[in-house]
């Protein structure tokens, strides 16, 4: 029955089984008369995208205690809590990832960051005020806009996402401007006009996108939305372990990965960092490999993570949240998946921003990659251990990318920089080709994490069937 309702038909079909195979017969001879990338396309425009985002279930949700659930799963969110939740503190990954030892006046002052989410919350703002009293940073206001009209809908996921990514933003560079760009709908269509609306309208200097599908063979076709001289894009790798997502995928957008971070309270150091199994990664059947990526990426394709940044629910962010879907009051939650990085990058960007430096096009992409030859250790932290079906290695990977920052000195980069020498990486092949396949999510709670298997290659069907895969592989999100 998707099928029908991707062309425009009801669900009750007044008519049999032969009538209902004659019109599948005609839609597909119909859509075979236009180009591969034509129908791609339209069907890229019609998929509904879900946010990156998963959570973690505490002892109040009984049965599902010490799981985890997503968005994209289509699981019912944990019962929030009345007192802070265990996931980490804006202090405690400041001092993780060194945000706080960035000068003072490169905490995002004179930057705008645009959050581009769909349906939004209409408790935002007060859901932002709680978080900022709570762990005392300065108030700020955030101004929200419609990119196409006023949104008449809400949806618990995307309201979850539209506070991880508001709180965690504004923890993180708290000088910055704030805008969170609504689109009415998750179609490609509405989030594709709210980010040309964050770029023309809102003059964004840094665009977070924590959202995401898998890639279509129409994806190129938006790269000169992402390609905007004075601004970078931010986008989450994705929460399926060795899949590939767009807009990640694009090389003018950085791609965020995710880790598995474990922070010790006492020493206030980083007690280990591994790949996140459930990472979105990959190379890219569409994109090719972009010029920065030479010499780290050894495939032809765009390699998706570029950097990471931690991920796993299970050491997850805390979140003040009201489910704008449901009467009662807020809670606190812990919030994870690839979303709770790409908001905290964008955050350290503005801040770079602010000090000087800039962040335009590809100029960050292309300075970063450069940069590691002479100074990872000064500016990454090399993740080495941890898989989502690709292995973590030294250097670069499809799991983690080049690793997780260093944010001072990322913020100082192409300005004052003090290199480290260390070795220059090799870049190491990955053991086996891109994954062809994208799983559908369960929508059962998600175990701890662990290493998957390294995914198979598979055969390279024939053309008219490898565009019915195309086709179909949308489906799901509209589900």
């Given amino acids: 029955m998707v099928l029908f309702r991707e062309l425009g038909f009801s669900n009750q079909l007044p008519m049999n089984i032969k009538n209902c195979l004659s019109l599948v017969c005609l839609a597909v001879l119909t859509l075979a008369t236009f180009s591969q990338g034509f129908a791609q396309s339209v069907l890229g425009n019609q998929a509904q995208i879900k946010p ?27 019962q929030a809590g009345t007192a802070l939740s265990s996931g980490y503190t804006p202090a405690q990954l400041s001092h993780a990832y060194g945000f706080d030892q960035i000068a003072t006046n490169g905490n995002g002052v004179g930057e705008v960051i645009a959050i581009v989410d769909a349906y939004g919350s209409s408790n935002i703002q007060a859901d932002l005020n709680t978080f900022s009293v709570a762990y005392g940073i300065p108030a700020s206001t955030v101004n929200v806009v419609y990119s196409s009209g006023t949104v008449r809908a809400s949806d618990s996921g995307w309201a979850g996402e539209t506070a991880l990514d508001v709180e965690w933003a504004h923890a993180m560079a708290p000088g910055a401007t704030l805008v969170l760009v609504v ?29 995401g599908s898998t890639e279509f063979s129409g994806e190129k076709s938006y790269d000169s939305s992402f390609n905007k001289s004075g601004v970078v894009f931010v986008a989450a790798a994705g929460d399926t372990g060795g899949v590939v997502n767009w807009p990640a995928s694009s090389p003018f957008v950085l791609g965020i990965g995710g880790t598995s971070m474990v922070y010790n309270t006492t020493s206030q150091t980083i007690t280990s960092e591994t790949a996140w199994s459930s990472g979105g990664g990959g190379v890219s059947r569409y994109e090719t490999l972009p010029s920065y990526q030479a ?71 292309s300075l970063l990659y450069s940069a590691v030859k002479t100074s990872y250790a000064t ?17 670069y990977d499809l799991v983690t990318g080049l690793g997780s ?17 260390t070795p220059s990486p090799t870049a190491t092949p990955t053991p086996t080709p891109s994954p062809t396949a994208t799983p559908t999510p369960s929508p059962t709670a998600t175990p701890s994490p662990t290493a998957k298997p390294t995914p198979k290659p598979t055969p390279t069907p024939p053309p008219w069937q490898q565009w019915w895969r195309n086709y179909t592989r949308g489906w799901w999100y509209s589900r």
């Avoid at 799981?67 to 969110?77: D, I, P, V």
């Avoid at 980010?195 to 959202?211: C, F, G, I």
């Avoid at 998946?337 to 335009?360: E, M």
């Avoid at 690709?390 to 250097?395: E, I, K, L, N």
């Fill in 52 to 78: 990156s985002l998963q959570w973690k279930y505490g002892w109040r949700d009984g049965r599902f205690n010490n799981t985890t659930g997503s968005a994209r799963g289509g699981n019912s969110l944990p």
């Fill in 183 to 211: 689109a009415p709908d998750s179609s490609v269509s509405s989030l594709m006009a709210a980010v040309d609306y964050a770029v023309s309208t809102v003059k964004a200097d840094v665009v977070s996108m924590s959202w």
């Fill in 295 to 365: 010499g780290w990426n050894v495939n032809a394709g765009r390699g998706v993570p570029d950097v990471s940044y931690d991920a796993d629910p299970y050491t997850g962010v805390a979140v003040y949240f009201t489910d704008p879907t449901v009467r009662g009051p807020g809670g606190w939650y812990v919030f994870g998946g690839t979303s709770a990085g790409t908001p905290q990058w964008a955050a350290l960007l503005a801040d770079r921003a602010s000090l000087g430096n800039s962040n335009s096009g590809t100029t960050f992409q």
């Fill in 379 to 395: 500016l990454l932290r090399d993740i080495l251990s941890g898989s989502n079906g690709y292995r973590a290695v030294v250097g």
């Fill in 405 to 421: 920052p260093h944010a001072p000195q990322i913020a100082l980069l192409g300005g004052a920089v003090s290199p480290t020498p």
